[in-house]
């Protein structure tokens, strides 16, 4: 069965736009798009990724 992609934030408070889930990524599937606020927030091409979650490793809102 194929694995889901990662879902780095449910909320936008979730997130606070570091980009660490950006510079982690080994497939470049990652990309910071703005939203119509002007914050940026990562969001994760499905062709691209290869679900090897490190993208949430990383991410200082999923520390547990
Ligand atoms: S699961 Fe891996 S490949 Fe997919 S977006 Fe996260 S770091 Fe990138
Ligand atoms: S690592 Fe987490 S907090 Fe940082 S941009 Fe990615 S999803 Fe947002």
Redesign the pocket.
């Known amino acids: 069965m194929e694995k889901d992609i990662p879902v780095?934030?449910k909320r936008i408070e979730?997130?606070?736009?570091?980009?660490?889930?950006?510079a982690?990524c080994p497939k470049e599937a990652?990309s910071?798009v703005e939203d119509e606020e002007g914050f940026e927030?990562?969001q994760i091409d499905e062709k691209k990724c290869i679900r090897c979650y490190k993208?949430l490793k990383?991410?200082?809102?999923?520390t547990e």
Not at 14 to 22: D, K
Request: proline share 9%; hydrophobic share 35%; aromatic share 14%.
């Open positions: 780095l934030y979730e997130c606070c736009g570091c980009t660490a889930c950006v982690i990652i910071m927030y990562p993208c990383v991410c200082p809102f999923k």
